[in-house]
C-alpha cells in the first residue's frame, strides 16, 4: 500500500522538500520530481511503477513523431494508451461480466491512479497534435509531469498545457509556499476531519443495516454524497497546495458542486478537470451540439456512458453514467423550459437526482442499488436517537452538520474575514493541523474512494 498518512507528512514530505530546495538548478529539482515521485508510486505499486515508466517512454518519442505531422504517431499513442487502461482496468470485468467466463483464474491488479495518468499522456499527446504545447524533448520534464506525486493518485487532471512554461521556469516564492501550505491543510482537514466520519456513517448504514428505514436510508445517502465530496475535494485541496509549494498552479476541481441550480450546473463544479477533458477530447471531436439532435443526445450518451466506465469496471458505473446521460438530456432539451419559472424547485430536484446519483454510485449491486432507492422513496419506518445511539453514529452528528455547512461558501466565508487578521488564521490552520494529527494517531480508519480508479 501506499505511504500512510504519517509517514507521508512526517517523513516523506519534508525529505522531499529539504532535497527539492537544495538545489537552485531547474533540471536538478524537477529530477527530484521524478525520482521521490516514482519513489511514493513504487513504495505503494512496487510492480506496476514499470507500467508507468513506459508509458512516459513510449509517449514520450511518439509525441516527438505527432508533433512532426505524422498522424499515425498519434493514433498508435492513443491505441496503446487505452489499450494499456483496457488491460489493466477492464479485462477481469471484460472476461468475468460480458464474456461470463466465470471460472476464469485471470486476475489482473488494478494499477492506482492509472486513470489519472492515462488521461494526462493522452491529453498531452493529443495537444502536441494540435499545436496546443510542444513536444517535451527532455524526457525527464515530462517524467515529472506524469508522474508528479502531489496529483498522481487523485487528480486534479493536469494538462500539459497547464504547467508546461513553469516545467521549463518557474519561480518559487515564500508567499507561494506559505499559501500552499495553507491551502493543504484545509485539504488535509477535509479528509482526516470531515469525510472520514461521513464514512463511518456512510458504511455503517449501506453495508452494516439489513433492514432499512426511509430515514436511515436518506440518512446514509446524505453522509456518502458528503464523504465523496471531501474525500475527493479534500485530496484536490492537497494537490492545488502542494503543486504551489513546488512552484506549480493546477487549476481548481471543485466549486461547492451542492449549491449548484441544475444539474448541468453540478456538472461544471463537480472534478472540474474530468468534465473539461470529456467535452475536449471526446464530446467536441463528435460533433458536440454543433450536430443533428439525434447525434447530440447519442454523444451525449457516448460521453455519459464513458465518464461512468473511466470510475470502474462495474455494472453500476455504467448505470450511474447512463443516469446522468439521460438526466442532462432531459434537463437541457425538455425540463429547463419548465424549471426554470421555479428556481427554488430546480435546485431540490437538483439536489435530490446527486443523491440518488451517489447511491448508484456507492452500491455494486444492482439489486442493493433497487433495494437502497425503494426504501428511500417508499417509506418504510422511522428514525430516532436511541435507534443513531444503538448504531454507534450518534456521537458524529457536530461533523454531519460541519460537512453540510461546509458544502456551501459559509465556511469559506468566515474564513475569509479571519483571514485579514493574518496571525489568527495561521493559528487556526495549526489548531487544525493539530486536530489532524489527533486523529490520524487515534485511528486506523482512513478510507479514500478513489483508489479504485
Known sequence: MLFSSLTFLLAFLPITLILYFSFNNRTYRNVILLITSLFFYAWGEPKTIFLMILTIIVNYFLAIQVEKNKKTYLYVSILFNIGLLFFFKYFNFFIKDVLFIKNSTINIVLPIGISFYIFQIMSYVIDVHRKKVKAQKNIIYLGAYVSMFPQLIAGPIVRYETIASELIERKETFEDFSNGLRRFIIGLSKK???ANNMAIIADKIFWDIKDLSTPIAWLGAIAYSLQIYYDFSGYSDMAIGLGKM?????????NYPYIAKTVTDFWRRWHISLSSWFKDYVYIPLGGSRVSLKRSIINLLIVWSLTGLWHGASYNF???GLF??????????ILNKFLSKFPITHRILTLITIIVGWVIFNTYDLNHTLYYLSNMFVYNGTISLNMLNNLGILYLWPYFILAILGSTPIIKLLLDKLNKIGFLYDLYLLLILGICFMF??????NPFIYFRF
Open 246 to 254: 513546488f512552484g506549480f498552479n493546477f487549476d481548481e476541481n471543485f
Open 324 to 333: 446522468y446521460g439521460i438526466i442532462l438530456i432531459l434537463e437541457k432539451y
Open 318 to 320: 455504467i448505470v450511474w
Open 440 to 445: 490520524l494517531i487515534n485511528s486506523s480508519y
Open 192 to 194: 482526516i476531519i470531515i
